[in-house]
């Protein structure tokens, strides 16, 4: 009978004569042939692929701008009412939270009364 090292168990494990005499992790040469091809219909080259692909047009050399620019506004309210609520929104949110955590450990400290 034939052994070999199984990377799965960490165990000795029996095997076929062909397995024991090559080292683990090597096999013989695999031809280099590309497999056959399976689905009938071609694939589209890389070069066949415009750069603009998409539907609209580059914004961001514009919201670089807009964003760039010193008004003494702070990045996350650049884009104004909805920046403001989302804002708003986080700190609320955040706030009640916190207020929430707050009263569940004072409740959870005190002693049950029986």
């Not at 998409?54 to 964003?67: D, I, M, R, S, T």
Request: charge should be positive; proline fraction near 8%; hydrophobic fraction near 35%.
């Amino acid at each position: 009978m034939y052994y070999k090292f199984s990377g799965f168990t960490q165990k000795l494990t029996g095997t076929w004569a062909a397995d024991a005499y090559s080292p683990q992790g090597l096999r013989p040469v695999v031809s280099t042939e590309a497999p056959p091809i399976i689905f009938a219909t071609p694939t589209k080259l890389s070069s066949d692929f415009t750069a603009y692909d998409y539907a609209g047009k580059n914004k961001v050399p514009e919201l670089q701008k807009f964003f760039q620019k010193s008004d003494g506004v702070p990045i996350h309210l650049k884009r104004g009412l909805p920046d403001q609520m989302l804002y708003r929104t986080t700190m609320a949110l955040t706030l009640g939270g916190t207020i929430y955590c707050l009263i569940a450990l004072y409740m959870a400290s005190q002693p049950r009364n029986k």
